[in-house]
């Protein structure tokens, strides 16, 4: 039962990343089981190890897990990042649900059609500096405290950091009008765990590589990607 | 801080459908805000009742709650109806995220144009990648409930997804004989039953004054 948690999905960021990210911060080491084609993926549907014929597939402590949401929840609550009563685990999941729904629609920006692209990152830099970032600044600033709930470390600003750096691999200023956001990543950067997932050799992974997008769409997204 | 949860949301089932079967579950009394034109939901936005310029809104507890799961979650756990310890949340949260996929094909069905409709992807769905699952869960265990042999939120969710799929393919549980059990155990609760019943807050399917309504509230200027 004891051993590393195992990741089973494509070597790509799409809805593991996320996980990974959670992982790293509460230091844990995982291991990770990639497929490269259709087939890789049709072996583990066939073999009954996901319960809804989906990946995300976390194998941990016994279980074989599927959903990101589940998924994550349990490591969170494991590993104590998820508040320390009910009162802030409500906050850390209205921040964190709103940090997904950012997250989504920057994970379908690569894979656009040609003549919805620039539609689609506008949406994106709308969203992300009138509705999402504008909050998270001002949780931050009105309670003046180094982490957005209750004055501790949590899955919540794991989550923000991730999505604020990939809004940042969308518009690299997207930050500027944000100056508590902008210490607090340099802070979440810093910490230990942290630090290390964002060196160069860590199990991050690199945005989706533009060669690669007409398989990720032929061969990947119809398994895969929630449909 | 005390009395009833307030929702605020269309007069329609849409997100909010979920929380108010939950509350219901709970037997949780609970009272509602409709939204109907465009002014109300910006003054919502300026009054900043809505932390994400979004709805469903659930005031409980003295918390402005948004995000449909966050809400969930939380009323799920206060109630007793989120399973005994981290294991079981797991499981719940799993079969919860399952129903939310399936029941998410469907809520934006009346949105969608109409030869974008794909109801016999959703049956298939519903008949070969999620059904199958609870029905062998159920059996497997031969439990009444789905986790833990205790009423959860799983189970709410699961008859909530079960009815919606039947109304738009009333045999779609012709195969699922531990699941129509399952169904007909589950809508006997009495708090459920009472829901059920005509004259509750449950909502009925979409409607095109619903999805006319929506359009207008949301419209951009």
Not at chain 1, 120 to 129: G, P, Q, V
Request: proline share 6%; charged share 25%; hydrophobic share 40%.
């Amino acid at each position: 039962m004891a051993g590393k948690p195992k990741l089973y999905y494509f070597n790509g960021r799409g809805r593991m990343e996320t996980i990974r990210w959670l992982l790293a911060a509460a230091g844990i080491e995982f291991e990770e089981q990639f497929f490269e084609t259709r087939e890789g993926l049709l072996k583990l549907q066939q073999d009954g190890s996901l319960l809804f014929q989906q990946v995300p597939m976390v194998e941990i402590d016994g279980m074989k897990m599927v959903q990101t949401r589940a998924i994550l929840n349990y490591i969170a609550g494991k590993h104590s990042l998820y508040g320390k009563d009910l009162k802030e685990r409500a906050l850390i999941d209205m921040y964190v649900e709103a940090t997904m729904d950012l997250n989504e629609m920057i994970m379908h920006y690569p894979i656009q059609p040609p003549e919805t692209k620039a539609k689609h990152l506008a949406t994106i830099i709308e969203k992300a500096t009138t509705r999402y970032f504008p909050v998270y600044e001002k949780a931050l600033k009105d309670h003046g405290q180094d982490f957005l709930v209750g004055n501790r470390f949590s899955r919540a600003d794991v989550q923000l950091l991730e999505t604020i750096l990939m809004a940042e691999e969308c518009k690299p200023d997207m930050l500027s009008k944000f100056p508590v956001l902008q210490a607090f990543k340099a802070k979440i950067s810093n910490i230990p765990t942290i630090k290390k997932f964002l060196q160069p050799g860590s199990q991050r992974k690199p945005p989706l590589d533009e060669k690669l997008i007409p398989k990720v769409m032929s061969d990947i997204k119809p398994l895969a990607l929630r449909e | 801080m005390s009395g009833k949860p307030k929702l605020t949301y269309f007069n329609g089932r849409g997100c909010m459908e979920s929380i108010r079967w939950l509350l219901a579950a709970a037997g949780v009394e609970f009272e509602e805000e409709f939204l109907e034109t465009r002014e109300q939901y910006q003054k919502l936005i300026k009054d900043g009742a809505l932390l994400f310029d979004q709805v469903p809104l659930v005031e409980i507890d003295g918390m402005k709650m948004v995000q449909t799961r966050a809400i969930l979650r939380y009323i799920a756990a206060k109630y007793n109806l989120y399973g005994k310890d981290l294991k079981e949340r797991a499981l719940i949260d799993m079969y919860v995220e399952g129903t939310a996929d399936l029941m998410g094909m469907i809520i934006p069905f009346p949105f969608t144009p109409l030869k974008e409709r794909n109801l016999a992807l959703i049956i298939e769905r519903a008949t070969t990648r999620y059904f199958p699952v609870y029905e062998k869960v159920l059996k497997q265990h031969g439990q009444e409930f789905l986790v833990g042999n205790r009423f959860s939120w799983a189970d709410v969710q699961l008859l909530e997804a079960i009815l919606i799929v039947e109304e738009k393919e009333p045999t779609v549980l012709s195969k699922f004989p531990v699941l129509q059990a399952f169904k007909a155990r589950i809508s006997n609760i009495p708090t459920i039953k009472k829901f059920l019943q005509p004259g509750s807050q449950r909502k009925p399917p979409p409607d095109d004054q619903y999805v006319a309504t929506v359009i207008e509230v949301f419209k951009k200027d």
